[in-house]
């Protein structure tokens, strides 16, 4: 899954900027940091699957019922196949490093 | 380039430059401090360094300062896919457009053909995807879910292509057609997980304002911009300009799908709003046309400015297709309002660039506001006005920047 770099050939000559796809193009990967701990290695396994982790840090620190929404959206409106007690593992976690705990609302 | 920009241009390949050679150990280095995580800058193809909110889809982010222009530059334009299997070669020998279903004659057209045996036509228009300024709905209402842009999830080009009307017609649309579905080559990662299959009603499909795109500002579009066909759907959000477009559909029937009825929808009411807070328990509709909108490109944000100066407040301003009447603008916070001078017409559905000469008389921080209205009188609510909904779609309240006089 991981794609290779092209640091040199992407970064340092511009110029080199594809006029057109006549050849393959080679996308950057982004190793986006997310904090480790707390079983980050289910989200590792799971959410990586479709997405980076550029969409979860740049949500900023959002409430349970906003993580538990996101993760029910994922499971049943994109059909991430995550088990029940895997859901709420990525649930505690985000909410834990990326949010807060709080009874409703969507912040 | 600008200082700054150069500036997060190699910070932006140390970073990357540290994570590759010395493995996922580093990453964590990269985390800044603040709240608020910063992605990175960085160079994707064919692409400036843009703010890179994901690698996977791809997700990039135009700066500010891009609304000093009327037209964006293909190679500084946002970037926005849904799906994470985007195929990295296209081959013009292969690569065809069906159309298909309820038609007299299937067609599979090459990029060739498209520019050979149909009429060209050009249209400048405004890309804006439907999250656009997600963001600001935070700064006074519940944060709505989706990706949090700014304002750089949008774009002006000149497009140029065939009619989608053109295209139906050669085909010959069925006596029983109601709907067009669209599709392109994005794959998600699980077979289960709904395609990115957007619909309209015939009626609209064959109206002649939509174009199959093959060429942005005069040149091939961009890979990430949809490379080699995107559709154009001049005044609507960009939910259905669908890029690599590869299938043409034509229907009977509506079919249901996630990103029509469940993603990309407001309230089905006339404020298209709700209160802040609530749910996505409510009647929805597909968004569809955009609204009045204007935002600031100079100065940006925190922009230290020196008393006297002859200072050319400049941005764009656009609508649905109506036409922009006027653009006001504020500099003490909204307290008192003038005109703005509105510069250069490319269409109606382009930006309308304006422009402002203020030259500051005192020092202190001031609040640059604008605020457009259209020639059907729809203006730009105050961000404590604008009505709110959950998915934080057609955010298009009053912008306003933070400067310093020194």
């Given at each position: 899954m991981k794609i290779k770099l092209l640091i040199a050939g992407l970064l340092f000559s511009t110029s080199a900027l594809f006029a057109q796809v006549a050849k393959p193009i080679e996308m950057p990967y982004i190793d986006y940091p997310i904090e480790k701990g707390d079983h980050d290695e289910v989200l590792q396994q799971y959410c990586l699957i479709c997405h980076s982790f550029g969409y979860v840090l740049n949500q900023g620190k959002k409430s349970r019922p906003y993580w538990t929404g996101t993760v029910s959206k994922m499971v049943n409106e994109f059909k991430a196949p995550i088990p029940k007690e895997d859901q709420q593992i990525i649930i505690n976690y985000l909410v834990k490093h990326y949010g807060y705990e709080s009874a409703s609302g969507h912040r | 380039m600008d200082p700054l920009n150069r500036r997060n241009f190699l910070g932006a390949g140390l970073i990357l430059g540290a994570s590759t050679l010395l493995g996922k150990e580093t990453s964590q280095k990269i985390v800044t401090e603040s709240h608020e995580f910063v992605p990175p800058t960085i160079a994707f193809p064919e692409k400036k360094p843009l703010k890179v909110i994901s690698d996977r889809p791809p997700l990039l982010e135009s700066p500010?300062?891009?609304?000093?222009?009327a037209i964006t530059p293909n190679d500084q334009f946002f970037v926005r896919w849904h799906m994470p299997d985007i195929p990295t070669y296209i081959d013009l020998n292969e690569f065809r457009l069906q159309v298909q279903g309820a038609v007299e004659t299937p067609l599979s057209l090459s990029v060739d053909d498209l520019k050979s045996k149909f009429e060209p036509v050009e249209i400048t228009s405004v890309l804006q995807c439907g999250g656009n300024s997600r963001k600001y709905y935070a700064a006074t209402g519940q944060a709505t879910h989706g990706v949090q842009w700014g304002h750089g999830a949008m774009g002006c080009a000149i497009w140029k292509g065939v009619r989608l009307k053109d295209i139906l017609n050669r085909a010959g649309v069925k006596g029983s057609a109601r709907f067009v579905g669209v599709n392109g080559l994005e794959k998600p990662a699980v077979d289960e997980t709904p395609k990115f299959f957007r619909e309209m009603e015939i009626d609209e499909a064959l109206s002649g304002e939509i174009i199959v795109a093959y060429s942005m500002n005069g040149e091939d579009l961009p890979y990430l911009n949809g490379f080699p066909l995107r559709l154009v759907i001049p005044g609507h959000f960009s939910d259905s300009w669908v890029k690599m477009l590869s299938e043409i559909t034509v229907m009977d029937q509506y079919r249901k799908s996630f990103f029509m009825d469940v993603a990309y929808t407001v309230p089905d009411n006339d404020c298209e709003c709700v209160i802040s807070?609530?749910?996505?328990e409510y009647k929805r509709k597909p968004i569809a046309v955009m609204k009045v909108k204007s935002v600031i490109g100079y100065p940006t944000p925190n922009t230290i400015i020196k008393k006297g100066s002859r200072v050319k407040v400049t941005g764009v301003a656009f609508d649905q297709g109506k036409g922009i009447k006027e653009v006001m603008i504020s500099v003490d916070g909204g307290k008192s309002w003038s005109p703005t001078a509105l510069e250069k017409d490319y269409g109606k559905f382009a930006y309308r660039p304006w422009t402002f000469v203020w030259e500051p008389k005192a020092k202190g921080e001031y609040t640059i506001m604008v605020r457009a209205i259209n020639r059907i009188g729809n203006i730009q609510p105050l961000p404590e006005d604008i009505g709110w909904n959950a998915g934080g779609y057609q955010y298009n309240a009053v912008d306003s920047v933070n400067v310093k006089i020194v």
């Open positions: - | 500010r300062d891009i609304f000093t222009r807070g609530s749910d996505f």
